[in-house]
């Protein structure tokens, strides 16, 4: 009897930790002693003066996120001057950081802090994502027809996908088998299959150009940002039709001081019971709860200028607008303002958090505010 009850014990124990497992978001543990950092690269925006000047800018997440450093980038034109920052992307397995520019992409050693390469490619670079393992990386051209599959130890292309699609926004997901190349000239986000390094299918239409998005971690859903909507549409990424379309009650559309739409960002919490929307007329993130079908607006948060991008930290405890603020999620309460060395307030819309274990990176966040539930 002892032992039957010991048995069942133990089966529900384990029950009880696959639930967990399940459920709870894909991060490694963190352990005394542990530096959690935010890498913050500008010029982020286009006023890289005001808001932050060149280079990678460091910051303390545990220690209040106070400023650490200022790690010197390349990415210069011709007369000298910093090009602004298009991307950013971070591998802990191979010790490197990502930076791209609308010319160029670099390669940076977490380690060292020193520039590897930085390397131009025909049309420009845009917004990239990065496979799990390091390897490859997805770079989109400036706005133009194609995608280099590039590799990410030497930054050579070894492939090329051309979906004509105005290449904007890139994302790897979690289990490195599929990449999500969304242009700003198109309705349709283009799937590819990273084995064969070929576009499979499309998720769309949705009711206008995809700008910024963000996918679930079992990338079953897609959430995107569109032209003319303050709001977003939701997509089933299996089926690759449109599920939702969730537009923000309460405001009004206005004008705006850059990308030329309501919304320009959007983020999961990584435990994906929220959805966090930008409003840059309104100069608001708009909260909605993901459990909902469609997901149900929340709340609003006020910020200090027109946010264009929303990320998270790793442990969902932290929320990084465009903006600068940092925002504690499960009060909704701007806690801290990211500030350089001078006290200047930063602003960047390419941000990642890096995880360093006796100075090894052993884990990195990602710049799109991804789903985290395997």
């Not at 990386?137 to 995608?147: A, K, N």
């Not at 963000?214 to 039709?241: A, H, M, P, R």
């Not at 607008?321 to 009060?331: D, F, K, L, M, R």
């Amino acid at each position: 009897m002892k032992r039957k009850c010991l048995q069942i014990g133990i089966l529900a124990l384990i029950c009880i930790v696959c639930g967990i497992l399940d459920t709870a978001p894909q991060t490694l543990a963190q352990v005394p002693g542990d530096r959690v950092l935010l890498y913050v690269a500008t010029p982020g925006v286009r006023n890289y003066l005001e808001y932050g000047g060149h280079g990678l800018l460091v910051f303390d997440i545990v220690n209040d996120h106070k400023f650490v450093k200022r790690i010197p980038l390349g990415g210069l034109d011709e007369q000298g001057k910093p090009m602004n920052v298009k991307g950013v992307c971070a591998n802990p397995n191979t010790d490197r950081m990502y930076v791209s520019t609308i010319k160029s992409l670099q390669c940076v050693d977490l380690k060292s802090e020193k520039l590897l390469w930085e390397k131009s490619y025909p049309g420009g670079c845009d917004r990239m994502s990065m496979t799990p393992d390091g390897k490859f990386i997805y770079l989109p051209s400036l706005e133009g027809p194609h995608w280099h599959v590039v590799e990410a130890d030497q930054g050579n292309s070894v492939a090329k996908l051309e979906p004509n699609s105005g290449a904007h926004n890139t994302i790897v997901g979690l289990d490195g088998k599929w990449a999500y190349l969304a242009g700003l000239k198109s309705p349709y986000l283009s799937i590819v299959d990273h084995a064969s390094k070929t576009i499979t299918r499309t998720c769309g239409p949705f009711a206008h150009s995809i700008r910024p998005f963000t996918v679930n971690g079992n990338q079953s859903k897609c959430y995107v940002c569109i032209n003319e909507l303050l709001g977003f549409e939701v997509g089933d990424l299996l089926s690759g039709k449109k599920l939702a379309r969730v537009e923000v009650a309460g405001f009004s559309k206005g004008p705006v001081k850059r990308h030329g739409c309501p919304s320009h960002g959007i983020g999961l919490t990584p435990d994906e019971k929220e959805v966090w929307v930008v409003d840059a007329f309104n100069q608001k993130l708009h909260i909605f709860d993901n459990r909902a079908t469609p997901p149900k607006q929340l709340q609003s948060i006020s910020l200090r200028d027109e946010p264009g991008w929303i990320t998270f930290s790793l442990d969902g405890r932290w929320a990084y607008p465009s903006t600068g603020e940092v925002i504690e999620v499960a009060s909704r309460k701007i806690a801290y303002q990211l500030t350089d060395e001078t006290g200047a307030k930063v602003q960047s819309e390419k941000m990642v958090q890096i995880v360093l274990r006796a100075g090894d990176p052993t884990l990195a966040g990602d710049q799109f505010g991804l789903g985290r539930i395997p």
